[in-house]
């Protein structure tokens, strides 16, 4: 095989390898900034959010006090917090997948 500029076979190999990996990394590179780009709209999200949901309680707290100067309210208690229950969270014949499958060896018995 007669390659140009003298190159062997095996210097094609490592010039098609690194050009494999540059464009790994680039690639690489790229999904690391697009997810940086994701998690700071999350995070100014959120930030929004919670700056909002400061600003409604505490112009609710002025309003019910200029409202009743002379009562005083109690304060809310914080939400607890959120739990959801996964079916491996459940008791073995609980499991909507368990009773499912009960049900088709009654009926293949």
């Known amino acids: ?12 190999h490592a010039i098609h390898r690194s050009a494999e990996q ?5 690639h ?4 690391i900034d697009n997810d940086m780009q994701e998690m700071k709209t999350i995070v100014n ?3 929004a959010a919670a700056e909002a949901e400061a ?5 609710a707290e002025s309003q019910g006090q200029e409202e009743q100067p002379g009562v005083m309210t109690a304060p809310q ?3 607890a917090p959120r739990t959801l ?3 491996q969270d459940m008791p073995m014949e609980e499991r ?4 499912y499958k009960a049900r088709n060896n009654n009926l293949d018995s």
């Open 28 to 31: 690489s590179q790229q999904q």
């Open 45 to 47: 999200t959120l930030a």
């Open 96 to 99: 909507p997948h368990c009773k």
């Open 77 to 79: 208690s914080p939400r």
């Open 1 to 12: 095989m007669n390659l140009p500029w003298g190159l062997t076979p095996e210097d094609l």
């Open 85 to 87: 229950l996964l079916p």
């Open 55 to 59: 600003e409604a309680q505490a112009q």
């Open 22 to 26: 540059a464009s790994q990394q680039r």
